[in-house]
């Protein structure tokens, strides 16, 4: 990629397609019993990812749920200073979904890690969320799920940039690709598909 390209236009092919490159090395080292999308930029790629991994594992009953989470985007009640400072949630998992992160291994689906505040909040309140469970389970018990309870992470794009929060030490992290610090245009953004992909073919002939 021409560091001269500021814009990079990606297409639903470069994306199924990275995230079929991707697949055998998250189910050989992480195996995920559920998927967490984080939308909107992490619904497709979760939807993708869902139907590798099932032929991958040959694990049929693979799962999608979705949380919502804007950092850039402005939503109703939301200030002009928490835009790009404030990870705010929109959507979270209710209480059936929440007792599913238990003892499982669940990979967190997004499209890009920008500043990495978004994931690191998805990550962390998840992370909450099953210690909220564990309180239900007997004392005895809570220990071994807590262990076998996993967290790992998919996106992508990845930018090659100083990140503004981290990930716990030891969380798995897999991207499609790695790229760097460039305004990347998705093909869901974008009204005018044909036109999309003909700028996605000249950048990628710059």
């Known amino acids: 990629m021409a560091d001269s390209i500021k814009y990079w236009h990606v297409t639903y092919n470069d994306i199924h397609n990275l995230i ?11 195996n995920p019993d559920l998927l967490i999308a ?3 930029g992490g619904f497709f790629p979760a939807r993708v990812m869902r139907t590798f991994l099932r032929e991958e594992t040959g694990n049929k009953t ?9 950092l850039y985007e402005p939503v109703d009640g939301s200030t002009a200073e928490q835009l790009g400072n404030e990870v705010i949630r929109t959507q979270w998992l209710g209480a059936e979904a929440r007792k599913m992160l238990v003892g499982k291994h669940n990979l967190i ?23 909220t469970e564990l309180l239900e389970y007997p004392e005895s018990e809570r220990e071994a799920l807590r262990a076998k309870t996993q967290f790992a992470i998919f996106v992508v794009h990845n930018k090659l940039k100083p990140k503004l929060a981290e990930l716990p030490s030891g969380t798995q992290y897999f991207s499609g690709e790695d790229v ?10 974008a009204t005018d598909i044909e036109g999309h992909d003909r700028r996605a073919s000249g950048d990628k002939n710059n």
């Open 20 to 30: 079929r490159k991707a697949t055998p090395k998250i189910a050989a080292e992480f």
């Open 109 to 131: 689906v997004d499209e890009v890690d920008d500043t990495r505040k978004t994931l690191h909040y998805a990550l962390s309140e998840l992370q909450k969320d099953v210690e």
């Open 180 to 189: 760097e610090d460039v305004w990347l245009n998705y093909p869901w953004e």
């Open 38 to 40: 984080i939308g909107g």
């Open 62 to 70: 693979l799962q999608i749920q979705a949380i919502g989470l804007s």
